[in-house]
């Protein structure tokens, strides 16, 4: 994996609950470059004897894709081992220093961790001589507005061989409300010496066209944007070429939800599957004809198979769409 000679490149974001195997591989599928694991806990993975089913699940990979595991803890011998654990089984391994999460950060993982120069570097540095592949980091812009340190973990982290840093444009205290700060990204960027990938509001071709132009970054990651929408990847790689980009066919939109209910299915059973997947529907109709009464439907769909078949009728019935 190779940080430092991409153009251009679209990242899908770790989102937990979100953008498990089966998710990445769509994307990968509509032309993202490479993703990363839901945050795995390093405390879980050295502490628990067995693999449970849900860490194995988080772990697995999806057929030919590139894709870094993602690590919190904050407990430099526990991080180590999990890197010696899984790392290798990776493309690089990616230490989570932004979660605002209450539970995460009580335990001085995730955005604790970023508030805290001296440690962040040891754990970097701990991962990194733990494992052969590359090791990246991702970060807020600091705590709180009074205590913005993004500038200070760019320099640190590339100091402790980290071979690039994700930078979600808000602090810990915004959580995910105001605006991410482009700006803000833009001065890390120009001061780093290793790769900066620009994260935050990215939901359209246009959205991501203007992040690459503010922040002079080579690779810009996308979570909630993508969600329900796949598609996306392949949008702004034909308007980054092209100037333009075409929509999503309702007939598209069928097929690559009802791929998604099989693979989830596959993945993680019919119990589970049926009810994440109605938050996943939920997503793909979004802004389509009468999706808050269809929303209520599909809350209301016992199996997968009812799922399924909810929404081949209402794409049938609202666009005359099939799948393809
Ligand atoms: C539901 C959800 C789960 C998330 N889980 C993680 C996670 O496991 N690890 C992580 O580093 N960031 C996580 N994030 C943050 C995203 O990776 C990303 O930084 C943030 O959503 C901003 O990007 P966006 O505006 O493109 O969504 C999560 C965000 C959401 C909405």
């Given amino acids: 994996m190779d940080f430092q000679n991409c153009s251009n490149a679209l990242v899908l974001a770790p989102m937990a609950g979100i953008t498990d195997c089966t998710f990445r591989y769509l994307c990968m599928q509509m032309g993202c470059d490479w993703g990363v694991t839901e945050m795995i806990s390093a405390n879980g993975l050295v502490l628990s004897p067995k693999e449970s089913p849900i860490q194995r ?162 690779a810009v990651m996308i979570g909630r944007g993508a969600a329900g929408n796949p598609f996306l990847f392949r949008q702004i790689k034909q308007y980054l070429h092209t100037g333009r980009y075409d929509p999503v066919t309702p007939e598209e939109k069928l097929s690559t939800a009802l791929t998604h209910i099989r693979l989830l299915r596959d993945l993680k059973g019919e119990a589970v599957a049926a009810k994440e997947m109605r938050k996943h529907i939920g997503w793909y109709i979004k802004g389509l004809r009468d999706a808050a009464a269809m929303r209520e439907k599909i809350n209301t769909a016992p199996s997968t198979d009812a799922l399924s078949q909810m929404l081949a009728d209402y794409m049938r019935s609202q666009y005359g769409a099939q799948p393809e």
């Fill in 57 to 218: 699940q988080l772990m697995q990979k999806a057929p030919g894709e590139t894709v870094g595991v993602q690590l919190f803890g904050v407990n430099l011998r526990v991080m180590e081992k999990a890197a010696q654990m899984v790392g290798d089984q990776y493309d690089f391994i990616d230490i989570n220093m932004g979660c605002p999460s209450p539970k995460i950060v009580q335990g001085g993982a995730g955005a604790a961790l970023g508030r805290d120069r001296g440690l962040a570097r040891l754990v970097i540095e701990a991962v990194r001589q733990a494992c052969t592949v590359p090791v990246t980091v991702k970060i807020r812009l600091g705590w709180d507005d009074a205590h913005l340190n993004y500038m200070d973990m760019v320099e640190m982290a590339g100091q402790a061989g980290a071979a690039a840093i994700a930078i979600h444009g808000r602090t810990r205290a915004q959580m995910y409300a105001g605006r991410a700060d482009m700006q803000a990204i833009a001065r890390a960027a120009a001061h780093s010496a290793i790769p900066v990938i620009a994260n935050g509001d990215i939901a359209s071709p246009e959205d991501a066209l203007r992040v690459f132009e503010t922040t002079g970054c080579q």
